[in-house]
C-alpha cells in the first residue's frame, strides 16, 4: 500500500518506514516450531510528519460547506502556515485501502459537485472583488490619485455597453471604492491602467498565478492575463481575436473576464496584503521526524 495523493504520496518514502522480519524455524507443516530472537530484524518506523493544519478550523469548514461544492483556505498572515486547506464535498479514503466497488467510484466520479477533485488547489475560479485591491495597487504604483472621483449610479455606459454594479454608490474616491467595493469605480480605474499588464505586474508578485512549493502536487497555475498571452493564446484559436481589444479590460477591473485563480493564490494574496512588510510564502508540512 502507497500513498496515493496528496502529503501521504508525497512523503510516501518517509513515512512508510523499514519492514522487519523475524527467523524462525518450521517443521514439515510449515507450522513454527521455535523463533530465533537473535536472528530477527526489528522494523523501523516511519517518519512523523507534523502539518501546520488546525484540525478545529479545518472540521469546521467542513461543518460549514457540508454537502455544497467550494473551498476553503486560511493562513496566518505573519508565518505563511496554512491552517485550513479543504475541500468540499469529501469523500471516505478508506473505500479506496482495499479496492473500491466500481458503482460507489462511478458515484464519486460522476457527480456533479466533484468530490474527487481538491478544489483549493485544483480548481480555478474567476477572484471576483477580491481582485479589485490589485488593480488599486496598481494603479497607486503608476501614480494614480487616490482622490479620484467617480460617480456610480449603478449602471455606467461605455463602449456601446452598459456596465453594471450592485447599487448606486453615489461619487467615490479610491478608498470608498474599496470599502464599498464598486465595480463602477473599479472598471474606470481598470482602463486608467490602459489594459492588464500593469495590473498582472502586481498580481504576479502577489501570489497570482504561482505554483508554490507546499508538499503537494495537483496545483493550477490559473490565468493573469496579459496583452502578450492573449495574443499567443488565440494566435491558433481564433487568429481576429489576438489584440487586446479595450473592452476587454472593465471586467479585469473587477477580477472577472479571462483572470482565473485557485484558492490557495488567492488566500495567498490577501495574506501578503494583511503581513504589508515581506511576500510570505504559504507552509503546509510543519516538521518531518522532528
Not at 57 to 65: G, K, M, P, Y
Not at 128 to 143: D, H, I, P, Q, R
Not at 218 to 232: D, H, N
Request: hydrophobic share 35%.
Amino acid at each position: 500500500r502507497i500513498g496515493k495523493q496528496g502529503i501521504e504520496k508525497a512523503y510516501d518514502r518517509q513515512l512508510r518506514g523499514k519492514a522487519g522480519g523475524k527467523k524462525v524455524e518450521v517443521d514439515a507443516r510449515g507450522q513454527v516450531v521455535q523463533e530465533d530472537p537473535e536472528g530477527s530484524i526489528p522494523p523501523t518506523p516511519g517518519e512523523n510528519i507534523v502539518l501546520t493544519l488546525d484540525a478545529d478550523l479545518q472540521q469546521r469548514a467542513v461543518e460549514v460547506f457540508g454537502q455544497e461544492s467550494g473551498a476553503a483556505v486560511l493562513m496566518d498572515c505573519r508565518t505563511g502556515d496554512v491552517l485550513c486547506m479543504s475541500s468540499s464535498p469529501g469523500f471516505d479514503p478508506n473505500l479506496f485501502v482495499s479496492g473500491i466497488p466500481s458503482d460507489v467510484y462511478k458515484l464519486l466520479s460522476t457527480y456533479d459537485h466533484l468530490p474527487l477533485l481538491d478544489k483549493a488547489i485544483g480548481s480555478t475560479f474567476p477572484p471576483g472583488s477580491t481582485f479589485k485591491t490589485m488593480v488599486a495597487l496598481a494603479a497607486l504604483e503608476n501614480g494614480y490619485d487616490p482622490n479620484t472621483i467617480h460617480v456610480c449610479n449603478r449602471v455606467w455606459p461605455w463602449g456601446g455597453h452598459n456596465w453594471r454594479c450592485d447599487k448606486a454608490h453615489g461619487p467615490l474616491n479610491l478608498h470608498q471604492a474599496i470599502v464599498t467595493s464598486c465595480d463602477i469605480y473599479f472598471y474606470q480605474t481598470a482602463l486608467w491602467l490602459g489594459g492588464p499588464d500593469k495590473i498582472a505586474a502586481v498580481a504576479t508578485r502577489f501570489g497570482l498565478g504561482d505554483i508554490f512549493d507546499i508538499g503537494i502536487t495537483g496545483q493550477r497555475a490559473g490565468l493573469v492575463p496579459t496583452v502578450e498571452w492573449k495574443k499567443q493564446y488565440f494566435a491558433k484559436r481564433n487568429p481576429a481575436n489576438t489584440r487586446w481589444f479595450p473592452g476587454d479590460t472593465p471586467s479585469i477591473g473587477i477580477g472577472q473576464g479571462f483572470t482565473n485563480v485557485n484558492p490557495l493564490q488567492n488566500c495567498v494574496m490577501v495574506s501578503r496584503l494583511a503581513n504589508g512588510q515581506k511576500a510570505i510564502n504559504p507552509r503546509l508540512v510543519k516538521s518531518i521526524g522532528g
